[in-house]
């Protein structure tokens, strides 16, 4: 059964910053491409970060640039995601997916296409 399990998630106040991860479990982790992405209500899902397992390429979305650190643990099946700095405007449910992909990852992580998701863990960034 494939798992992907989300932690990590919390309050901070503005500046502040939060660790999450990704714990995967049930496919061939190294094989995949690993995204994070984020939703409030009212708005589409949107991508933050993606990274490849297979090449470890990544790809950081425009309003997180510079802020947010993403990294794998092989050895853990674990994707993390660094976020510092943080805003109000980061606050949002973030969800990891997970697609095995050979193409492009800016392609993948834009549409955001995955085929499996986490059930999310809430941000919440105070002013």
């Known amino acids: 059964e494939v798992q992907l399990v989300e932690s990590g998630g919390g309050l901070v106040q503005a500046g502040g910053s939060l660790k999450l991860s990704c714990a995967a479990s049930g496919f061939a982790f190294g094989r995949y491409a690993i995204g994070w992405f984020r939703q409030t209500p009212g708005r589409e899902r949107e991508p933050v970060s993606c990274i490849s397992n297979g090449d470890a390429t990544t790809y950081y979305a425009d309003s997180v640039k510079g802020r947010v650190t993403i990294s794998s643990d092989s050895a853990k099946n674990t994707v993390y995601l660094q976020m510092n700095s943080l805003k109000p405007d980061d606050t949002a449910v973030y969800y990891c997916?997970?697609?095995?992909?050979?193409?492009?990852?800016?392609?993948?992580?834009?549409?955001?296409?995955?085929?499996?998701w986490g059930k999310g863990t809430p941000v919440t960034v105070s002013s």
């Open positions: 997916g997970a697609r095995f992909w050979i193409g492009t990852l800016r392609t993948l992580c834009v549409n955001g296409g995955m085929d499996y």
